[in-house]
């Protein structure tokens, strides 16, 4: 019995009298075998296979796990109400071979784990010297998350996990780096969801200039965050949104750089997750639903990737034209912005004159700042002396204020190429961008006629600025109402018969854009209802600022839209441009999208098994329209039940080209550095190299065709292909079938259109077949199908059915039903 000796020696050297009931207490305690679950673990003792701590008030286990059916097993931890969803590993890059792994404590004060009682795999960091030589360390598991190894005596702590995360971030957690040590804490992604060993993305805080979070693809930059502006990262503009959950830290001296985020209630459950595909996830638990909620993903479109625009270009998401070059600048290689091929960036068209009354700046509102690695930081100037040192700076190109809460403050200026810029969706930061006078125009020369003007005169600068704003106001209405008039009679609206509505038909049609006639908002804008003078019902995409697009790209999108016409795509009636707004008119849909009915479980009831099968051949009829039977050739990109609408009589229509892309005929694949879609619904081939086709749209198809017959959402794991497939191997398919189904349901075509969503979801895309091909396999029962192959999978199913037990009920669901097998298929 060890630890009864080391605690007796413990307390003579303490020269501590305890009484004795203590004392034979302590003997009692000591000889239990440890077979319990508790928060803390005592020297002398180990934790082995079976065993497990868990935290004060039941959050967190720890544990031995195995991620996937192999025998390799992982000392970690995991949230007791999802335990599939494990926060840390230990030996990630270890694993024990078998059930024989013991932990347990050193006297020198450091956490070891064996895989026999003699070699150890993994072992905690630890600074023996700093430890009392009468410290007795203890290891406890808090309700936090944390794994804490700790002097009993002096309660100060010897290591603990927070310190070296793995792929996820807990309220409490720091991001970042302490300056004097060179000590930081990174996460980095899992292999692979079934592979705890390091992953290729790492997360961590860029200490140099101003400090922003960068995720690293191996040795590149694949995104950044953008500088802490006193409100949020740059780009995180999400982090202002959330405050009634969350509550942010941000630290910054000569000492230390770090990143914190915290939760208003213990009872919120959170976590920051650094996923095997490189997404960075915010995921908030529902008690309710007893699922993990996604606040926010990054990155969330092609503009959050690196330089996606080269030097001196500014990317705007969701627009026809991604890529644009800062004023004062263009196209290095016109002919590669041709062919959207950005990396050859812009270059500056008027060199700077490196005086103050040859230069000047012009404004970047809404921005995400640019890479701030090599910026220089002042945050004890006002906002003017940035702008005065910037200016008399022949090297400084831009400049911004460092903290932009009130009136703003301090200084950030950029001495070299300014690279990563994007509009962001409510974006807080402004950029002053240097260029040549000469690029400034008539904006400049109006503003030192007024500084002139105020030295002059106040009274006669006033007058001044009346009458010209009396002027402009005149001058900017009667271009605005030529602009419109011209709109109405542009050659390309007249080609697509599409109608130009003017502003005050909408006004009244929305009632002043009233918030009760909202129906949808996204990154893209606002979507309202309304009604127009003649009774008919109307969806107006009302687009935000930030995408807002140029003119003519905005014009020739609202013309490749016009030209689709097919009773299974949502149909745009017209479109309208006043001022700077620009606004798509649709078809009203009664019943909005496909995701309202099949995942919801009182709607989900009144589709019949005939009602599902004519939305999975109308959303088949669509896509086989895109891909070959209209004017343009499109792959959508994003298919999935939000972006299916449904008419009053539920047919559906595919609907939010934002992220389609044309192509020839003759292109088998086209690949991409950005991959924008919906996980859960995105191919293999798309997700792990860029690559999309047709086929990647089938892949979409297939998944969404489980999901109507299933009632179940796929999400990123691939839950229910994994699950499709297990019950497709034993021959056990009538399980997949949604509960809530009731009435007559043909066997034979249940059987037929699974088999034709495996074929659909398969991992290559060669073995996937054509629209053409679903759309006949759907519409006979004839055909003889190929077998299909397994599709590409995340996690094991034991795992999964596990985790959703409820899956197994599917057998439930044939009591209430009607099977009909029809002979001779």
Known sequence: MPIVLISLIKIENMKMKLPNPLIIALFY????????????????????????????????????????????????????????????????????????????????GSLALYDSPERIVWESSSNATSIPNDSIPILQLNDSGNLILKDQISNTIIWQSFDHPTDTLLPGMKLGKNLETGFETVISSWKSSVDPSEGKFKCKMDTEGAPEVLLWDQDQIRFRTGMYNGKSFSELTQMTTYGDLFTFSFMWDKDEVWYETGVKSSSTLARLVLNAAGILQRLV?????????????????????????????????????????????????????????????????????????????YELQGVKLPDSHNATVDANISVEECRVRCLMNCSCLAYSPSDIRGKGSGCVMWNTTLIDIKYVNGGLDTLHVKVSKSELGTQHKQKLTIIVGTISSTVLVLLISF????????????????????????????????????MNTLLQATDNFSISNVVGQGGFGIVYKGKLP?????????????????LQEFMNEVTLIAKLQHRNLVRLLGCCIHSNERMLIYEFLTNKSLDLFIFDEKKRTSLSWRTRLELVTGIARGLLYLHHDSRYNIIHRDLKAGN???????????????????????????????????????????????????????????????????????????YLVTYAWKLWEEQSILKLLDEAVEGTVF????????????????????????????????????????????PSTWRSIGEFIADHPFFESGSSSVDQLTITWIEGR
């Not at 009667?478 to 509505?501: G, R």
């Open 29 to 108: 305690f000591a000889c239990m075998p440890f077979a319990w679950s508790t928060d803390t673990l005592y020297l002398g003792q180990n934790i082995t296979e079976g065993q497990s701590l868990i935290s004060f008030n039941g959050t967190f286990e720890l544990g031995f796990f195995s991620p996937d059916s192999s025998t390799n097993r992982f000392l970690g931890i995991w949230f007791r109400v999802s335990p599939n969803n494990v926060v840390w590993v230990a030996n990630r890059d270890s694993p024990l071979k078998n059930n024989s792994g013991i932990l347990s404590i050193h006297n020198n």
């Open 644 to 718: 299916v609408l449904l008419d009053e009589e539920m047919n559906p229509k595919i609907s939010d080209f934002g992220t389609a892309r044309l192509f020839e005929r003759e292109q088998a694949v086209i690949s991409t550095e950005t991959v924008i879609g919906t996980r859960g619904y995105m191919s293999p081939e798309y997700i792990r190299e860029g690559k999309f086709s047709v086929k990647s749209d089938v892949y979409s198809f297939g998944v969404l065709l489980l999901e109507i017959i299933s009632g179940k959402r796929n999400r990123a794991n691939q």
């Open 534 to 550: 003649c009774g008919q019902e109307i969806a107006v995409k009302r687009l935000s600022g930030d995408s807002s697009q140029g």
């Open 467 to 502: 009458i010209g704003y009396l002027l402009w106001r005149k001058k900017r209405y009667s271009k605005q109402d030529t602009m419109e008039k011209s709109l109405a009679q542009n050659d390309s609206l007249k080609d697509a018969d599409l109608p130009v509505f003017d």
């Open 285 to 361: 638990w529902d008690h309710d639903q007893q699922i993990w909620n996604e606040f926010w993903s990054w990155p969330k479109d092609e503009c959050d990737y690196y330089a996606k625009c080269g030097a001196f270009g500014i990317c705007r998401p969701n627009s026809v034209t991604t890529c644009n070059c800062l004023r004062g600048f263009e196209a290095t290689t016109p002919t590669e912005w041709y062919i959207r091929d950005y990396t050859g960036g812009c270059k500056r068209q008027m060199p700077l004159g490196c005086t103050a009354n040859s230069d000047g700046f």
């Open 747 to 790: 066997a034979t075509e249940l059987l037929r259109f699974v088999h034709v969503g495996l074929l659909c979801v398969q991992e290559l895309p060669d073995d996937r077949p054509s629209m053409s091909s679903v759309f006949m396999m759907l519409s006979s029962d004839n055909l003889v199908l190929p077998a299909p192959n397994k």
